[in-house]
């Protein structure tokens, strides 16, 4: 076998779909906010292809744009109130809008830009606030523009010098979504402002970028 087969099989070995085994299994899970947060994981509509317009709760997601709504059944699957569900099973819309951020990669046209907060994780005593930054991911990678005290910096992390991200839903104490950017001697965590993202985009588009910078 060679070392692209070895390393297919292993990382088949490593596949795991919890929803997958709780409907196989049939574990009801009866919490009636079952679905609550999913939006932040299916941040783009199927139906009508809006990013971050999608929104949860209870044991419901659906999208503010278009109005197509999902309900999450007590087996984990989805199925649309109206319509078409397009994917019962969870990882299945995971998957499409990998494609989606894929295609995006593939055509050269990815990109993120937005202002943001920062904060440094200096040591293990806690945060330190690090003032605005702006925050660019695209087809070269992540760049973070800011000023700390009067001067300014720059974070540069080459796209094929990073395979995957660490991103935060709803964060600790400032209940905002982040994405943590490291280099050898810092930790800076970014919270981007507004609505306009998705910090799952971000992280699937970091996995795309590093595998395309690799052709």
Request: overall charge negative; aromatic content about 14%.
């Amino acid at each position: 076998m060679s070392v692209e087969q070895i390393n297919r099989k292993i990382n088949q070995a490593f596949e795991y779909d919890d929803f997958a085994w709780q409907r196989e299994n049939k574990i009801p899970v009866l919490y009636k906010d079952r679905a609550r947060g999913l939006h932040k994981v299916l941040y783009q509509c199927p139906a009508c292809r809006t990013e971050y317009r999608m929104d949860s709760g209870g044991a419901a997601i659906w999208c503010n744009h278009c109005s197509k709504r999902w309900t999450m059944s007590e087996y984990g699957e989805l199925k649309a109130l109206e319509g078409e569900t397009h994917f019962a099973h969870i990882p299945d819309w995971y998957e499409w809008e990998r494609k989606q951020v894929r295609r995006e990669v593939e055509e050269g046209r990815y990109c993120f830009q937005g202002n943001a907060t920062v904060r440094m994780l200096p040591n293990s005593k806690g945060f330190i606030d690090f003032g605005k930054a702006v925050l660019t991911h695209n087809m070269d990678g992540f760049t973070l523009e800011g000023n700390h005290d009067g001067t300014s910096y720059t974070l540069n992390i080459p796209a094929q010098s990073v395979y995957s991200c660490h991103i935060e839903y709803n964060y600790g104490k400032y209940k905002r979504d982040c994405v943590d950017l490291n280099t050898l001697n810092d930790s800076y965590w970014v919270f981007p402002e507004g609505d306009d993202f998705s910090v799952t985009k971000i992280s699937l588009a970091t996995e795309e970028l590093f595998i395309y910078k690799k052709l």
